[in-house]
């Protein structure tokens, strides 16, 4: 007889169909995102060129003590506008608030300082 379904036999004689593979359970964590690779890329005092990116964040964790020397991109990429050397200050925050406030700026070389710049340059790059 062809007429007859796989398990349907099984089932009129009153026998069971067993599963081959165990059920699994769902999982909720299975996901997980790509790297962002934030954070500071030069430290204090590092000689940089203009376009060097100095600090890679979400929001303002450090702000740009002037707009001459860095500049910040629209996802809060803080990145030097001029040559020289990077600094970090911090300072209290207004009135009323606890906590300090970062700030990045690129101090750039003194005019007799040029030689120093290249050789900092020379020292990095060998």
């Known amino acids: 007889g062809g007429g007859l379904a796989p398990g349907a036999l099984l ?12 059920a699994g359970g769902t999982s909720k964590n299975g996901r997980d995102s ?14 940089v060129q203009p376009g060097n990116i100095i600090v890679r964040q979400r929001g303002k964790k450090f ?11 629209k996802d809060h990429t803080i990145y030097a506008l ?6 970090f200050t911090k300072v209290a925050h207004r009135l ?19 030689n120093a710049a290249a050789a900092a340059t020379r020292q990095l790059s060998r």
């Not at 089932?11 to 165990?22: E, Q």
């Not at 790509?34 to 000689?47: E, R, T, V």
């Not at 001029?82 to 600094?87: D, F, H, L, T, Y």
């Open 96 to 114: 009323g608030r606890k906590g300090y406030r970062s700030f990045v700026e690129v101090e750039p070389y003194l005019p007799r300082d040029v």
């Open 11 to 22: 089932r009129a004689l009153g026998g069971a169909r067993f599963a081959t593979k165990k």
């Open 34 to 47: 790509n790297p962002k690779y934030l954070g500071l890329k030069k430290a204090g005092g590092q000689p």
């Open 63 to 73: 702000h740009c003590k002037d707009t001459h020397s860095v500049g910040m991109g």
């Open 82 to 87: 001029v040559e020289g050397r990077v600094k």
